[in-house]
Structure formats: structure tokens, C-alpha cells
């Protein structure tokens, strides 16, 4: 598919135009911090952002999911709820399209779970390419989410000030196709890419001591590590690491009972293996009931377990955890030490 | 269906794994002060189809989902059966439900006893509390097929005999001349004449043929840890000594997490599993 060369200002106005119609989400400041939302003007959009405090992923996969509406007032009924908003996201970050490939795999190829993919087929990504290095938390290089493999429909790269976009589906096609001002790129459009790129390479240091292939023997080997009970002390379970994740998918699920009394619903709601009823049985006995078994469990399946049942990382080094977490609980860190920096207690 | 706002051109076909089957209660047995044991057939006429040691997940609405091994064999025609400790909210819904009421059933789910590897082999069967039930669709299914088999011995432990459940089919089991079945109970009570101990005393007189035994337990954690003990010494190899385990289950298809040990999925690579399998999960708790 060919690629296209645009100006910000010809984006901007092409932004507008689909915002007049459609649901655009992109990131936008508020309060201080960088959030995904809908926006109606280009003038709304946040200019150099660290990753979102929620992930985009949160599109596909909300805090509360509707699954089932269920009655009971002529015999019973039940049907499932497919529910999606077309929505065009501008600005996902590479880190989090891995993510967004990370959870197609789950629960669109391994299962085919409806609720996620009506939504997922719902949406658009217009991912934006990372030149510089957000923050001090991100290791996205050493994960490989550095750069953008697929799962976007349009990849931008600002260039000057322009954007080389990149069409990876024929949504993509598309869309791009209703831009104005979106010329064909050319041969001098292409090598102005490679240099930014090349330049890109030499700004983004591996901030592990190990890549993410590695990850799961360095683990492996750390089964019995004093650090993670020293993270078992330090950690409060808060949760808000899992929370901000875009990697995270675990739920629960409830049913809530209409006022009428003859009809309701069943959905289900972001879980977090950092609280203690987790893991918890019938027979009283919770499974990873110590703080340090259930840090344990967190990493490794970041850095281990989805690796080994998958075949991809479980973690996109975004850096969202280590930035919200009240304890200063650091998944470089985590890792690194666990390759052999000492552990102080 | 209930399709909100979705593109009318999408060619997705949509399916949802949450989506259960309605089942009428045909019958309902009270076995004990907390277990009921639920006779289920699907309404739409066709056979469960699960292997002993399979699953599914229960729906009373409004209330919720929650697990349960179920309990018949496949050998017994259509209708299938679950027993039902009554514990908090779904359990005490389908208690007050009556003979013709509909529950959801997703199912069956997860992976079974290993059945076609026990053919033509001893069979120790190791019960403890509620373990029972799982093991019931397994045990009824070796007697449906006995010649299948070889030696097949059963040993059933609970705290108190007020506990043991199937009394009926347990003195019929007790009867049968071509299978060794053993009880025992941790507390004796009044009139009791059985063994008194924990179901690893029932070990010191059975004389088990390493080579060619196959055991299956489920019972409680404590138990599995002794008694794996046990088999171990007996000369039986790991990846021969099958468990079936109890996790929190919220999907039961690999999504929501909550069966984890370490990285496997109780859900999906189980319940039932070998000890070679297990033995080095530090959460498998064995
Ligand atoms: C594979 C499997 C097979 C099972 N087979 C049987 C069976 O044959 N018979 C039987 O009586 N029970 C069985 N159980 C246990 C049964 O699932 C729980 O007792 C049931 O979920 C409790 O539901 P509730 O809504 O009544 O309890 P709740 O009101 O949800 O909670 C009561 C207690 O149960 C715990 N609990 C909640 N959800 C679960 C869950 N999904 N699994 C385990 N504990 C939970 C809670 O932590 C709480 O302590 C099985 C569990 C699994 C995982
Ligand atoms: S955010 Fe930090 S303190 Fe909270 S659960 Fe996660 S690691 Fe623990
Ligand atoms: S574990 Fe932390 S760094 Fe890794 S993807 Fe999740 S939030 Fe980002
Ligand atoms: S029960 Fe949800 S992953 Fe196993």
C-alpha cells in the first residue's frame, strides 16, 4: 500500500473533518496528566505526551463490559450483548499497539470471545511513531515494542512539519483515501524517513540488562529471590499498577438484577491479581495470599508466563506501573536486579 | 442478540463464550445438611458429552456463575448430574430452586481423567471430601466398562461419616466382588465400625503394583500432600499420579486469570493434571 506524505496543518483540518461525524479519541491534558478522550478540535490534542494514563487499549476492553442481558418474566431468556462504538483513536503509541496485538491474540485468536472483537473491529488506530524517549520508566527498546510492527491502520512519523504515514490495512486505506492533501510519498520522503529512524535507534537505550527473550529464564532462575519479599513488604496492593496496564486483561463478573426484579445483566469488570480474594476458594484458602507470592505472580507473568503460552512478551515497557506506583515499584528495576544487581533490603 | 451501535456492514460473526445452554432440573436429592445432588438435562435434547473429570460452569441469574465438576458418567444416557456443597450465593440460589426451573449451563469445560491411558491397567482411586464427586463419574464409568480395566481399588476418606456421601451407591460398591473399596473417616461417631484415620491409613495393607497402577486423586490440599507421599513410595512415576485441583474460576476458558498457578490455566490445561506437571509450581501448593 502506498504511503502518503502530509502536512500537520492538512492532518489537523482532516481530523476536524472526522471529528465532525465521528467518535475521535485521541490524547488530551487535563489536570496535568495525558489522557485518551474524545476530541472535537486538533487545537484539544496534547503536543508531546508521555504514555496515557490509561491505556487505548481501554477502548477494546473497558472497566465494565456487558455480557449477557438475561429475563425471566415469561420463562427464561438470555442473550448475549455485543456492544461497540465505531471510534478512530489518534496517537496510540508502538508500545501500545503491541499491547493491542498482545490482547487480539487472546481474546480474539485463542478465543473467540464476541464482546471483545465487535469492539476491536469497531476501532481505527492512527499510531504515532516514538522519536524520543518518553521517560525514565519507559523500555519499550528492550521489550521491542520500540517500534511499530503492525496492529495500526495508519502509522504516522512526524517529519519537520509533516507526517510520512504509513497504511497498514485497507481500513487505513481507506481513511486516508477521504484526507485532503495527502500526497503519494516519494523516493526523497522515504530516505527522509531512514535517517529519522536511524537517528531514533541511537536516542532509545536498552534499559535492561536482558531483552524480553531472555526474561524468562532470568525469572525462572529467581524463583527463590529475597527481592520478592522485599517487594512483598514494600507493595500495598493497591492494584494500580494492574490498573493502568495495557497488558493486563484479567476480570470478574457479576450480575446485576434490574428493578424490575424480572430481568438483568451479567458483565464482567478489570480484576487485579494484586488484591488477596483473587485467588481465593471456596474452602477459605487463597492460593497466593502472601504480598510476595502475589508481586511474584505479576512479573512473572509479565516477563515469563505469556511468553512461554504465547510466544510474546507480556509486557510492552510503557513504563505505566512504575509511573503510578505510590512505592516506587519499577519493572527495570525489578528485572534488573533480579539479573544480579544486589538486593538491599 | 443484542447488537448496540455496530457497524451494520460488519462481517464479524459474533459468538460469546459467556453464553450458556438452558437445563431443566429434573431431579433434586437432598444428600446431606450442605449437599444436593441436581439432576440437569439441556433443553435442547442433546447429551452433555463431558469426559469424568470435566466441568461446567453453572448460571443462576441474577446471581451469578460459579463451577462445578460434574458428577454422572458418560455412560448414563442424557441427563448428567452435579452435586452441590451449599457455600454462598449461586450454591444457595439452586437450592431454592425447584424440580422444572432452568439453570445455564457452559460446558463441559477443561480437561478429564486421562480415561483411555487407565484401560487395561490397576486403577487406585483416592477420595477426600468432596473429591468424591468428580471421582464418582470416573468410578462409574471404570464399573459401566469393568472388564476394561484391571485391579481397581477405591479409597474414600471424609472427617465424619455423617459426611460420606452416595450412601446407596457406596454399600452397592461395597458389595461388588470385583473391586477392592475402602472408607475411612478422621472422627469415629457412635455406631460407626469403619476405619478411623486420615484415607492414608487405608495405604498400610494394599498391596500396589508399581509398574502398572495408575492413581487418581481429589481431595482436599492437605490430603494430595501426603498422599502423593505415599504413591510416590509405592515406586509409581510422576507423570503416572493424577490430581485434579480447585481454583476460583471466573471464565473457564483461559480469559480472566483467576485459575492461574504460576503460568498455567486450571480452566484449560486441567483440573486434572499429572504430578510431573505440578510438582515444581510453587502455587500448585503440593
Ligand atoms: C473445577 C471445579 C470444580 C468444582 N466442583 C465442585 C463440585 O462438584 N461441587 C461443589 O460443591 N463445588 C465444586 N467446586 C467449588 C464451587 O465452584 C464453589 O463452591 C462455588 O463457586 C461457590 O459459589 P457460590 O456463589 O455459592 O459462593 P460465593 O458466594 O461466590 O462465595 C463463597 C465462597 O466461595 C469462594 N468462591 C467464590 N467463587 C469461587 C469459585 N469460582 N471457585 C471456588 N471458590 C469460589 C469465595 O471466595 C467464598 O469464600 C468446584 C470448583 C472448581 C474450580
Ligand atoms: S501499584 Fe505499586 S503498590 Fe500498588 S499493587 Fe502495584 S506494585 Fe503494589
Ligand atoms: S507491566 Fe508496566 S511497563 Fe509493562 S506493559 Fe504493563 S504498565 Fe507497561
Ligand atoms: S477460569 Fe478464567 S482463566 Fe481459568
Known amino acids: ?345 | 442478540m443484542t447488537v448496540v451501535n455496530i457497524q451494520a456492514d460488519t462481517k464479524l460473526h459474533l459468538e460469546s463464550p459467556f453464553l450458556p445452554a438452558p437445563a431443566e432440573i429434573v431431579r433434586k436429592d437432598r444428600l446431606n445438611d450442605t449437599e444436593t445432588l441436581y439432576q440437569l438435562r439441556l433443553a435442547d435434547g442433546t447429551e452433555l458429552g463431558q469426559l469424568p473429570g470435566q466441568f461446567v460452569e453453572v448460571s443462576v441469574f441474577g446471581i451469578g456463575e460459579a463451577p462445578f465438576s460434574v458428577s454422572s458418567s458418560p455412560t448414563r444416557g442424557d441427563a448428567f448430574e452435579l452435586c452441590i456443597r451449599r457455600v454462598g450465593d449461586v450454591t444457595s440460589a439452586l437450592e431454592r430452586l425447584a424440580l422444572g426451573e432452568h439453570i445455564g449451563i457452559r460446558g463441559p469445560l477443561g480437561r478429564g481423567f486421562p480415561l483411555e491411558q487407565m484401560r487395561g491397567r490397576n486403577v487406585l482411586i483416592i477420595a477426600g471430601g468432596l473429591g468424591i464427586v468428580p471421582l464418582r463419574s470416573l468410578i462409574t464409568n471404570i464399573l459401566d466398562e469393568r472388564e476394561d480395566f484391571s485391579n481397581v481399588t477405591i479409597l474414600y476418606g471424609c472427617k465424619t461419616p455423617k459426611e460420606l456421601l452416595f450412601r446407596d451407591e457406596l454399600n452397592r460398591w461395597q458389595a461388588r466382588e470385583d473391586i477392592d473399596f475402602r472408607i475411612t473417616t478422621d472422627i469415629a461417631e457412635p455406631g460407626w465400625k469403619g476405619n478411623v484415620g486420615p484415607v492414608t491409613t487405608l495405604f498400610r495393607r494394599l498391596a500396589v503394583d508399581p509398574r502398572n497402577t495408575v492413581p487418581v486423586m481429589v481431595g482436599p490440599p492437605v490430603m494430595f500432600k501426603h498422599v502423593v507421599k505415599q504413591v510416590l513410595a509405592c515406586g509409581i512415576p510422576e507423570d503416572r499420579i493424577i490430581l485434579s485441583l480447585e481454583r476460583r474460576m471466573k471464565c473457564g476458558i483461559g480469559e480472566c486469570g483467576h485459575c492461574q498457578i504460576n503460568g498455567i490455566y486450571v480452566c484449560q490445561d486441567g483440573p486434572v493434571f499429572t504430578y510431573a506437571e505440578l510438582k515444581r509450581l510453587e502455587e500448585a501448593m503440593l
Not at chain 1, 455480557?67 to 462504538?85: D, I
Not at chain 1, 506501573?321 to 536486579?337: H, K, Y
Open chain 1, 1 to 345: 500500500m502506498v504511503d502518503r506524505v502530509m502536512t500537520k496543518s492538512a492532518l489537523a483540518e482532516s481530523l476536524e473533518q472526522l471529528a465532525a461525524t465521528l467518535h475521535v479519541a485521541a490524547p488530551v491534558e487535563e489536570g496535568g496528566r495525558v489522557m485518551f478522550r474524545r476530541v472535537r478540535y486538533a487545537a484539544e490534542l496534547a503536543n508531546h505526551y508521555l504514555p496515557t494514563m490509561l491505556p487505548p487499549t481501554k477502548y477494546a476492553r473497558p472497566p465494565h463490559e456487558e455480557l449477557l442481558r438475561f429475563s425471566w418474566a415469561e420463562g427464561p431468556r438470555v442473550e448475549p450483548v455485543f456492544e461497540a462504538e465505531e471510534i478512530v483513536i489518534f496517537g496510540v503509541r508502538p508500545c501500545d499497539m503491541h499491547a493491542f496485538d498482545l490482547l487480539d491474540q487472546i481474546f480474539s485468536e485463542e478465543n473467540s470471545d464476541g464482546h471483545y472483537q465487535a469492539r476491536r473491529e469497531a476501532l481505527t488506530l492512527i499510531g504515532m511513531e516514538c522519536l524520543e524517549p518518553c521517560d525514565e520508566h519507559s523500555f519499550c527498546r528492550s521489550m521491542g515494542s520500540l517500534e511499530a510492527t503492525g496492529g495500526f491502520d495508519l502509522l504516522l512519523s512526524e517529519m519537520g512539519d509533516g507526517y510520512y504515514v504509513r497504511v497498514g490495512t485497507a481500513k487505513g486505506r481507506a481513511l486516508i483515501g477521504t484526507f485532503q492533501d495527502a500526497r503519494e510519498a516519494v523516493y526523497e520522503d522515504r530516505k527522509r524517513l531512514r535517517k529519522t529512524c536511524l537517528r531514533r535507534e541511537s536516542q532509545f537505550e536498552h534499559r535492561l540488562e536482558d531483552t524480553y527473550d531472555e526474561l524468562p529464564r532470568v525469572l525462572a532462575d529467581s524463583e527463590d529471590s529475597l527481592l520478592w519479599d522485599v517487594l512483598g513488604e514494600k507493595c500495598l496492593s493497591c492494584g494500580a499498577c494492574t490498573n493502568v496496564c495495557p497488558t493486563c486483561f484479567c476480570f470478574d463478573v457479576h450480575d446485576d438484577v434490574n428493578l424490575d426484579l424480572k430481568s438483568g445483566r451479567r458483565r464482567r469488570h478489570w480484576d487485579s491479581c494484586q488484591l488477596e480474594e483473587f485467588a481465593m476458594v471456596g474452602t477459605g484458602e487463597s492460593f497466593r495470599q502472601p504480598r510476595n507470592l502475589r508481586v511474584k505472580h505479576r512479573f512473572n507473568h509479565k516477563g515469563r508466563y505469556l511468553m512461554e503460552r504465547y510466544g510474546v512478551p507480556g509486557c510492552v515497557g510503557c513504563g505505566r506501573c512504575a509511573r503510578d506506583c505510590l512505592v516506587g515499584i519499577s519493572p527495570i528495576e525489578v528485572f534488573n536486579q533480579l539479573k544480579g544487581q544486589p538486593v538491599e533490603r
